[in-house]
T-cell receptor, first 110, second 113 residues
Framework: DQQVKQNSPSLSVQEGRISILNCDYT??????FLWYKKYPAEGPTFLIS?????DKNEDGRFTVFLNKSAKHLSLHIVPSQPGDSAVYFC?????????FGAGTRLTVKP | NAGVTQTPKFQVLKTGQSMTLQCAQD?????MSWYRQDPGMGLRLIHY???????DQGEVPNGYNVSRSTTEDFPLRLLSAAPSQTSVYFC????????????FGNGTRLTVT
């Protein structure tokens, strides 16, 4: 069963505009949520996280929002830059493991 | 800073062959894990370890074995490779507590023919 879902396989935005990546989860026992970024031929790298007791966390151009009642989180990138083009994975941390979504490929056009 | 090192980067196996994917980390992390990445499936957890001598199964453990004799190393063994195990494999480590993020290696691309 896929406990973390990213329903948009791809997203294309213009440079300077906002990118919004979405993620849904089913397990209410997850206590942390994270976003990772992945470039081709490299491993994923950590971007930003949020605790289940918060609803927003901001780090520079990146903001993660958590809606626990809807079991939904989103990553906002403002402004988007061509270097942000990558695959973004949403992840949720439970007892001793971390579950990932299928990823969303973001393309930022100059 | 080496971080998480995976070897080999690429491997081709015939069905039924065995091999070990190596993973080593130099950050003194307690927690280590193996994931496989397949198109449309994201990263799926194979096995994980919360410390030396302790391992447990993830979402897709069948066909894989692991051991953790030291804090630094967490090898993944395929005893009898199958075409369904063609994938990109990532090893990751973390401090394991709270929101500690995973640090990933650069992956091993395995093809089983």
């Amino acid at each position: 069963d896929q406990q973390v879902k990213q329903n948009s396989p791809s997203l294309s935005v213009q440079e300077g505009r906002i990118s919004i990546l979405n993620c849904d989860y089913t397990n209410s026992m997850f206590d942390y949520f994270l976003w990772y970024k992945k470039y081709p031929a490299e491993g994923p790298t950590f971007l930003i996280s949020i605790s289940s007791i918060k609803d927003k966390n901001e780090d520079g151009r990146f903001t993660v929002f958590l809606n626990k009642s809807a079991k939904h989180l989103s990553l906002h990138i403002v402004p988007s830059q061509p270097g942000d083009s990558a695959v973004y994975f949403c992840a949720a941390k439970g007892n001793n493991d971390m579950r990932f979504g299928a990823g969303t490929r973001l393309t930022v056009k100059p | 800073n080496a971080g998480v090192t995976q070897t080999p980067k690429f491997q081709v196996l015939k069905t039924g062959q065995s091999m070990t994917l190596q993973c080593a980390q130099d950050m003194n992390h307690e927690y280590m894990s193996w994931y496989r990445q397949d198109p449309g499936m994201g990263l799926r957890l194979i096995h994980y370890s919360v410390g030396a001598g302790i391992t447990d199964q993830g979402e897709v453990p069948n066909g894989y074995n692991v051991s953790r004799s030291t804090t630094e190393d967490f090898p993944l063994r395929l005893l009898s490779a199958a075409p369904s195990q063609t994938s990109v494999y990532f090893c990751a480590s973390s401090r394991g507590r709270g929101s500690s993020p995973l640090h990933f290696g650069n992956g091993t691309r395995l093809t089983v023919t």
